[in-house]
């Protein structure tokens, strides 16, 4: 096979990513990417994008590991270039807050992230209502520039990128070899997964450049992010919601919250408040399928339901979802020899 | 009772906020008034980053580390009110980078999580094989001394704005006592051969992707004579030159050239940032801060003046413990005019 036409569907940070990855592994591929929506319209751009990792309860941790430390290493590098303000990519200090001290206190990513460790007391006298804290530095991909970085590295490979909404994966049988699905919450109608449901997440962009530190509660609701241009405040977990629609009682309920960690966010302006469901499963679905129609096969790498943490081990999952694109053509390959014979 | 303050950078303004405190509830006839040529955002106060960090080592001046975790303290305390944004005040973290490993400082255990750096940050910056990293504080200018001019404006505290020739000048009319903060100028007040200029350039440019204060140190070519990149609210200052004796505020070429280029050395992506200014500024150095009190003659009176003056590049570091150690010294001055002026049975 000369040169096996990939489609990617989806354009979020796994579907970009997920591409780059198959343009690395495999340059004689053609490679086009599939999407009804772009950045800044994507579920990655609601995210703050921080490279704190989320625990699925059915991937084996070493694989949850790999995968965090791959796209840790791969971001590390970024940050530390001359691309680092184009890419969206900068390092972030700052401290994990818990009212009950966590069941386990080194999480499994301890090592990957820098300079991890207990907060000290005097840290800790800052959050009264907190008696455990960690303190660390980890990265952050701000969405849109990370995404428009990747687009125009995959530009520059030769990728075609088109705006088309994909209904049935089998409508792109006939122009291309292989797909990969990279549809987040969209995989729950494209591939009527029904282990895939959605956390809804609502979150605030403020106007805050005085913060420079974050700040996270344990629990996961309650986090200030800052970036670039703008602080990220949120959030909520509501499982099984799928309104986009930013609710007002939620957004003073999130202001709140983030002010009592962070007093001084009492002067931020809110600019915007956007809302984003987590395409959230047990495990991150990366895995081979062939699907078969009428006599015909159809290969199909899925790559999707990273739920809260896509950022954290999206490089990761691509890399491993482009591995079996590469399984993927030898099949073809070695299935079109033995046709021959 | 009437105090005249020369000066209104952070070390007038501060000291004036902290004697004003103190004392206009007990002598209720105090009245402040502050003279300086310069007012924000033209004092060197203003030009400063706002880094809290003292310099790598005390040199046994432990009065001064005392100072410093005086001021520490006391904005850290500030940092969950709300007025910390109106103030200028934010936590920040980050690097002292080194080529050699260098004894602890002696504010570490004042700044908060200091520890040392790992192999895997030291890779960060390439040419650098030792370093701390800590959670310190920023304390702008450019919004800390409106703030300190809003108290003292609340408080009835005069301004006037004029060059002050001598202490005598403003010591005429009734004023008690003269608090000199008047910095790099304070020789034109009074002779001081100690005090000197410590000349620095800063670049500013807007780079909001950086979090944190990156200091690099070169121990032969001494303070702030290495790169260092600041992140503020709105801007970032690269800076890295300290040139002892060099009185120019003006901007030289050679000096930008130096601050630009060893800073997109250790940040490769400040190449891509705009530069929105440049500015020079004089450190008033001193071997140690001249904060003690002297007795003046004026005219046929004798008057106290109060010197506090001399803090080099880590006026805004130290202000607060200056502040209150000045108030002390004013509590003394008072103590002793109320003992001569008062008859016995009366107390403060």
């Known amino acids: 096979m000369a040169s096996p036409k990939v489609a990617v569907v989806g354009a979020g940070v796994i579907g970009l990513s997920t591409a780059l990855c198959i343009t690395e592994t495999c340059p004689s591929c053609s490679v086009t990417v599939l999407s009804d929506q772009f950045s800044p319209n994507t579920t990655s751009d609601v995210a703050a994008g921080m490279l704190i990792p989320h625990t699925y309860p059915d991937t084996p941790i070493h694989r949850q590991k790999q995968w965090f430390k791959e796209t840790f290493t791969y971001l590390f590098a970024i940050s530390n270039s001359a691309e680092a303000s184009e890419a969206g990519i900068h390092l972030v200090s700052g401290w994990q807050v818990f009212k009950s001290t966590p069941n386990e ?61 994909v209904a049935d994966l089998w409508e792109l049988h006939s122009d291309y070899d292989i797909v990969v699905n990279c549809a987040g919450m969209g995989a729950h109608q494209l591939v009527r997964d029904k282990q895939l449901f959605p956390v809804r997440g609502q979150v605030l962009k403020v106007h805050a450049p005085w913060v420079k530190q974050f700040i996270r509660d344990g629990d996961g609701l309650t986090y200030i992010y800052p970036g670039i241009h703008r602080v990220t405040l949120g959030g909520t977990r509501e499982k099984g919601s799928w309104s986009l ?44 399928e062939v699907l078969s129609q009428g006599g015909v096969e159809l ?7 990273h739920g809260p943490g896509g950022f954290s081990v999206h490089r990761g999952t691509a890399n491993e979802a482009a591995h079996l694109v590469g399984e993927c053509i030898s099949a073809l390959q070695g299935s079109s020899s033995r046709a021959k014979l | ?95 002292n980078l080194f080529t050699e490993p260098v004894p602890d400082p002696s504010w570490k255990n004042i700044v908060l999580g200091f520890r040392n750096l790992t192999p895997k940050e ?22 800390y001394l409106p703030w300190l001019t809003n108290r003292l404006t609340q408080r009835g505290v005069k301004f006037f704005h004029k060059k002050v020739e001598s202490f005598q000048e403003v010591s005429g009319d009734g004023v008690d006592v003269v608090l000199n903060c008047s910095g790099m100028r304070s020789g034109d007040l009074q002779p001081d051969p100690e ?56 901007n030289s070429a050679k000096d930008h050239k130096s601050v630009w280029d060893s800073c997109c050395r250790l940040l490769p992506a400040l190449q891509k940032a705009k530069i929105v200014d440049e500015w020079s500024g004089l450190r008033p150095a001193r071997p140690s801060v001249r904060l003690e009190r002297e007795s003046i003659r004026l005219g046929n009176l004798q008057g106290e003046v109060i010197h506090n003056y001399g803090h080099g590049g880590f006026g805004i570091t130290i202000h607060w413990g200056c502040a209150m150690a000045a108030a002390r010294l004013f509590g003394n001055i008072l103590q002793e005019k109320q003992q001569l002026a008062t008859p016995p049975g009366s107390r403060l």
């Open chain 2, 195 to 250: 005090l000197q200029p410590g000349r620095g350039q800063i670049i500013k440019v807007l780079a909001p992707w950086v979090k944190h204060f990156i200091i690099t140190h070169n121990l032969k070519s001494g303070i702030y004579n290495s790169p260092y990149i600041i992140p503020g609210t709105e801007f970032t200052v690269l800076g890295g030159i300290y040139q002892h004796g060099n009185w120019s505020e003006e």
């Open chain 1, 245 to 288: 629609s930013p609710d007002a009682g939620t957004t003073r309920d999130i202001f709140d919250r983030c002010c009592s960690l962070e007093p001084s966010l009492q002067g931020a302006r809110v600019m915007e408040v956007k809302v984003g469901l987590r395409p959230s499963r047990q495990c991150v679905r990366v895995q081979r």
């Open chain 1, 299 to 305: 290969p199909v790498v899925h790559n999707y339901g």
């Open chain 1, 105 to 165: 206190e080194l999480p499994f990513w301890s090592d990957v992230v820098l300079g991890f460790r207990a907060m000290s007391e005097a840290e800790l006298s800052k959050f009264p209502q907190h008696r455990f804290g960690q303190a660390f530095t980890t990265l952050k991909c701000d969405c849109p520039p990370y995404l428009l970085w990747l687009e125009k590295r995959l530009k520059a490979a030769g990728t075609q990128i088109y705006t088309r909404k």
């Open chain 2, 122 to 143: 030291l890779e960060l910056f390439p040419g650098y094989s030792y370093g701390w990293f800590n959670t310190a504080l920023m304390l702008e200018g450019r919004s």
């Open chain 2, 1 to 95: 009772m009437r105090v005249a303050v020369i000066g209104a950078g952070v070390i007038g303004l501060s000291s004036a906020l902290c004697i004003h405190e103190q004392f206009h509830g007990l002598v209720p006839s105090l009245e402040l008034e502050v003279y300086a040529d310069h007012f924000t955002p033209h004092t060197t106060s203003d030009g400063a980053a706002g880094l809290w960090q003292p310099y790598l080592s005390d040199h046994g001046n432990l009065q001064e580390t005392l100072w410093n975790k005086e001021t520490f303290d006391y904005l850290l305390g500030h940092m969950h009110s709300a007025a910390a944004k109106e103030m200028g005040l934010f936590l920040i973290s980050g690097y």
